[in-house]
């Protein structure tokens, strides 16, 4: 099959574009390197069923594509709230861009959709029937409100158009290639831990996540892409920690004489958050199979191996300025 990776140069895009590319599918990767990097998917480059374009998915574009993965859009807080109304054209006018796209060449649709659409939740754990507890005008609004309009969207070109959709629900994710300026929890406190800085706890560390590792739910992605039911399915990892938890065990896996500190809470924190899975269970035959420690293990090398190499050969590793 032709596939198109949108966002395919970040971090889970990547991990899903080597999958694809294993596979044997010709695949095209749309970016335009707000967080994503062409060092992610060096490998390919001379690769004839390989090809990378440029590209901004606020602006529409013609090609000729049998599926759609969509994932375009900054996931870590620090980056999508930089530019809060880019953030939300990425998530409105891109996924309009992608459905129509996926509406005239007749493609199954892929929305890479969060968590965060439950907001701060008030049932423990989410399932999909859940309709969530969103603020409309804080600083997280942009991506929640944001992916909950592409969510609408999707739904609307399924009923009105017959577009083939797939709605995925990602719990936090993590792994190899996160970036160590990315601004999210795990790649923090490995980071931190790494340089011997401070390892920073937002709040008391007593507001909880699950962590999935990213192999496994890029596995969960393609289930869902080459199945029957359209969604919305949680895909996460059910195993839920505390952020004090997080950092301890890294403390431990990296630098037991690392220091942790406590700083001030964001604004509109959720909670608590884990993911009910029977639906994916049910419907995709699937669970993760990576605990926390295996997968923080490889993530822990991968940064270790990069911070070694990086700082002066890897001219291609650099977060590039978000246009408006
Ligand atoms: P990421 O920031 O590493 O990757 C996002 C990619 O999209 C980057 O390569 C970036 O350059 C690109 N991009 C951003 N805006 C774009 C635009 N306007 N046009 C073209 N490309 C653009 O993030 P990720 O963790 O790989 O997340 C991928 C997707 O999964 C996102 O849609 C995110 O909302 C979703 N998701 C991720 C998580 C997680 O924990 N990682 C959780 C829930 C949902
Ligand atoms: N967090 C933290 N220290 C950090 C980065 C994040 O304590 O250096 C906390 C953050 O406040 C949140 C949790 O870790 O409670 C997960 O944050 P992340 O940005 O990874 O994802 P999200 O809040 O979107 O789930």
């Keep these: 099959m032709r596939i198109l990776v949108t966002g395919g140069a970040g971090f889970i895009g990547s991990h899903l574009i080597d999958r694809l590319m294993s596979q044997g599918h010709e695949v095209i990767c749309l970016d335009n390197f707000y967080t994503g990097n062409k060092a992610n ?3 390919w480059f001379s690769h004839p069923y390989f090809e990378l374009v440029r590209h901004d998915v606020t602006d529409p574009i013609r090609l000729e594509i049998d599926q759609i993965y969509h994932l375009a859009c900054p996931a870590s807080p620090v980056h999508y709230q930089y530019n809060p109304v880019k953030t939300i054209k990425t998530n ?7 459905l129509g796209l996926a509406k005239r060449v007749k493609a199954r649709f892929l929305l890479a959709s969060t968590s965060e659409v439950y907001g701060d939740p008030e049932i423990h754990p989410q399932v999909e029937e859940y309709r969530g507890n969103v603020n409309p005008i804080g600083i997280r609004s942009c991506y929640d409100e944001g992916k909950r309009v592409a ?3 999707a739904f609307d070109y399924h009923r009105q158009n017959d577009v083939e959709i797939r709605v995925a629900r990602i719990f936090n994710t993590y792994g190899p290639r996160m970036l160590e300026n990315d601004g999210r929890v795990v790649s923090n406190f490995v980071a931190q831990a790494l340089k011997g800085k401070p390892v920073t706890i937002y709040g008391d560390g ?4 699950s962590f999935c590792y990213v192999s496994d739910l890029v596995e969960g992605l393609m289930r869902l892409m080459n199945g029957e039911h359209i969604g919305p ?7 839920e920690y505390t952020i004090l938890q997080l950092a301890q065990t890294v403390q431990e896996m990296v630098n037991p004489d690392s220091e942790l500190r406590f700083e001030p809470l964001p604004q509109d924190d959720p909670r608590r958050r884990k993911p009910d899975i029977t639906r994916a269970r049910s419907w995709l035959d699937w669970q993760p199979t990576v605990p926390l420690r295996e997968g923080l ?7 270790r191996t990069r911070m070694n190499t990086e700082t002066t050969e890897n001219p291609l590793h650099v977060v590039s300025s978000p246009n408006a």
Excluded at 92 to 98: D, I, P, S
Excluded at 206 to 209: A, D, F, G
Excluded at 233 to 239: K, T
């Design 297 to 303: 293990k490889s993530t822990i090398e991968d940064f």
């Design 151 to 153: 969510e609408t969207l």
């Design 92 to 98: 409105v006018m891109g996924t309009l861009n992608m």
């Design 233 to 239: 399915v949680n895909l996460g990892n059910p195993e």
């Design 206 to 209: 007593s507001q909880t996540r």
């Design 41 to 43: 998917l060096l490998k």
